[in-house]
């Protein structure tokens, strides 16, 4: 127990007063290094490449540049304008097209904030201007762009099955189901709490021209049945997947919509080179925590603490999952996967529930953690792109947070929801 403590003293100490998380994991290792008079520059360097020369963390980069080249070659402004045209007219039609456009730019990006930024920079000045209110408009979006780390190609997923030691490929495929929902369960709210507003839709588009937006998004649209159609059929892996999507996406870009020049270009790989770089860092540094943790013997001490509950797999997960949604509203996505993922598995694994499912429940988890303050980082880009207040998006977005934790209450109790799809997909 004192060599936990120890370490989660050592990692929140220097967060608390700014220091990167990476960086702090390092600090937290070697606290817990010299308190067990094991301190070696050796192991904290070859952890260091250890952890970050996996073959598929490679997915990571490629599927980041796929997102980039997606919004500087004109792919998430079709797929915008596409529900604009199909569902624009309707009453709250804008909340369903921004709905819509999530679960699709999810399926392209895998990045829940690039998500956010992208759909909201757009969404929410016309969400403005025919009369929705803007917190509503912003925590709507913010709500929706969770929804990217749950279904393929989910950069959340691909931490978890590093680490874990999970298929990343049947991760992706558990994912699309519970994504859908989570867009499902969104729609549903929205009806819901947009039925008596009055704002002014737009025009009803005719059948020519909604055809164009059809024919003139049928790339992007392409892309998502790429990925998950060569998952399914096992013409690659994910590493390979996000190869296919990066070419993918700048031979749309480049050749198709001749939207992106060579020098936009630079500037998006200099821009997914800088956030892979942020993302890389920190599975190098967890791979230092994760192997102190073993040699502290923390996960063992955990699986002690809750093995009381081993007996009911429910009540084990109903445990886990509120700490961490509490931890998930103190720290980022990133960080808590990689630290609480070693931690967590073997008390998965002792109580015999499917680890992929598991890993389905802790990533919705966690992506809810992304919309509560303090940390929320899904909530901060909502709130810088809404040109608003936390509190006022947060007060906008509380009935879809809601639906989501509902939805995931209702996963826990039925985890065929997800096991049944996945087998079949399987």
Same mark, same amino acid.
């Given at each position: 127990?004192?060599?936990?403590?120890?370490?989660?003293?050592?990692?929140?100490?220097?967060?608390?007063?700014?220091?990167?998380?990476?960086?702090?994991?390092?600090?937290?290792?070697?606290?817990?290094?010299?308190?067990?008079?094991?301190?070696?520059?050796?192991?904290?360097?070859?952890?260091?490449?250890?952890?970050?020369?996996?073959?598929?963390?490679?997915?990571?980069?490629?599927?980041?540049?796929?997102?980039?080249?997606?919004?500087?070659?004109?792919?998430?402004?079709?797929?915008?304008?596409?529900?604009?045209?199909?569902?624009?007219?309707?009453?709250?039609?804008?909340?369903?097209?921004?709905?819509?456009?999530?679960?699709?730019?999810?399926?392209?990006?895998?990045?829940?904030?690039?998500?956010?930024?992208?759909?909201?920079?757009?969404?929410?000045?016309?969400?403005?201007?025919?009369?929705?209110?803007?917190?509503?408009?912003?925590?709507?979006?913010?709500?929706?762009?969770?929804?990217?780390?749950?279904?393929?190609?989910?950069?959340?997923?691909?931490?978890?099955?590093?680490?874990?030691?999970?298929?990343?490929?049947?991760?992706?495929?558990?994912?699309?189901?519970?994504?859908?929902?989570?867009?499902?369960?969104?729609?549903?709210?929205?009806?819901?709490?947009?039925?008596?507003?009055?704002?002014?839709?737009?025009?009803?588009?005719?059948?020519?021209?909604?055809?164009?937006?059809?024919?003139?998004?049928?790339?992007?649209?392409?892309?998502?049945?790429?990925?998950?159609?060569?998952?399914?059929?096992?013409?690659?892996?994910?590493?390979?997947?996000?190869?296919?999507?990066?070419?993918?996406?700048?031979?749309?870009?480049?050749?198709?919509?001749?939207?992106?020049?060579?020098?936009?270009?630079?500037?998006?790989?200099?821009?997914?080179?800088?956030?892979?770089?942020?993302?890389?860092?920190?599975?190098?540094?967890?791979?230092?925590?994760?192997?102190?943790?073993?040699?502290?013997?923390?996960?063992?001490?955990?699986?002690?603490?809750?093995?009381?509950?081993?007996?009911?797999? !429910?009540? =084990? %997960? /109903? *445990?886990?999952?509120? @700490? $961490? &949604?509490?931890?998930?509203?103190? +720290?980022?996505?990133?960080?808590?996967?990689?630290?609480?993922?070693?931690?967590?598995?073997?008390?998965?694994?002792?109580?015999?529930?499917?680890?992929?499912?598991?890993?389905?429940?802790?990533?919705?988890?966690?992506?809810?953690?992304?919309?509560?303050?303090?940390?929320?980082?899904?909530?901060?880009?909502?709130?810088?792109?809404?040109?608003?207040?936390?509190?006022?998006?947060?007060?906008?977005?509380?009935?879809?947070?809601?639906?989501?934790?509902?939805? !995931?209450? =209702? %996963? /826990? *109790?039925?985890?065929? @929801? $997800? &096991?049944?799809?996945?087998?079949? +997909?399987?």
């Amino acid at each position: 127990m004192t060599e936990l403590l120890i370490f989660v003293a050592a990692l929140l100490v220097p967060i608390a007063f700014g220091i990167s998380i990476a960086i702090a994991l390092i600090i937290a290792s070697v606290a817990l290094m010299l308190h067990l008079d094991m301190f070696s520059t050796q192991v904290i360097a070859e952890n260091l490449v250890s952890g970050a020369n996996n073959f598929s963390l490679m997915a990571i980069p490629f599927f980041i540049l796929a997102g980039e080249l997606m919004n500087a070659g004109g792919i998430t402004r079709r797929i915008i304008d596409l529900g604009l045209a199909l569902v624009g007219h309707k009453r709250g039609g804008m909340g369903y097209v921004s709905i819509i456009a999530a679960i699709l730019f999810a399926s392209l990006s895998g990045s829940a904030v690039a998500d956010t930024v992208a759909l909201g920079a757009v969404l929410i000045p016309l969400m403005i201007k025919a009369g929705y209110d803007r917190n509503r408009a912003t925590g709507l979006i913010a709500s929706g762009g969770i929804i990217a780390g749950v279904i393929p190609p989910s950069i959340p997923l691909i931490l978890f099955g590093v680490t874990s030691g999970v298929s990343i490929s049947k991760l992706f495929l558990a994912g699309i189901v519970p994504g859908m929902l989570m867009g499902l369960a969104l729609i549903l709210t929205w009806w819901i709490v947009s039925h008596r507003d009055e704002q002014t839709p737009l025009p009803k588009q005719n059948t020519s021209e909604v055809l164009r937006a059809l024919r003139s998004s049928v790339w992007a649209l392409l892309l998502p049945v790429i990925i998950v159609g060569g998952l399914r059929f096992g013409i690659f892996t994910p590493t390979e997947a996000g190869v296919v999507a990066a070419f993918y996406a700048l031979l749309v870009s480049v050749v198709i919509y001749r939207e992106l020049t060579f020098a936009q270009l630079f500037e998006v790989f200099k821009s997914s080179a800088r956030l892979t770089s942020v993302i890389m860092l920190l599975v190098a540094a967890s791979s230092i925590s994760a192997w102190m943790m073993t040699m502290a013997d923390i996960p063992m001490m955990v699986s002690d603490m809750l093995s009381g509950f081993a007996d009911s797999p !429910l009540l =084990l %997960l /109903l *445990l886990i999952n509120a @700490i $961490v &949604l509490i931890i998930g509203m103190t +720290m980022d996505l990133a960080p808590v996967i990689l630290i609480l993922t070693p931690v967590l598995m073997p008390v998965i694994t002792e109580a015999g529930i499917d680890p992929v499912y598991f890993g389905i429940i802790f990533i919705i988890n966690l992506g809810i953690g992304l919309l509560t303050p303090p940390v929320g980082t899904v909530l901060a880009a909502a709130t810088s792109v809404g040109q608003t207040t936390m509190g006022g998006v947060v007060r906008g977005m509380s009935p879809f947070l809601i639906a989501q934790l509902l939805l !995931l209450f =209702l %996963l /826990l *109790l039925f985890p065929q @929801i $997800v &096991l049944v799809p996945l087998h079949w +997909m399987s």
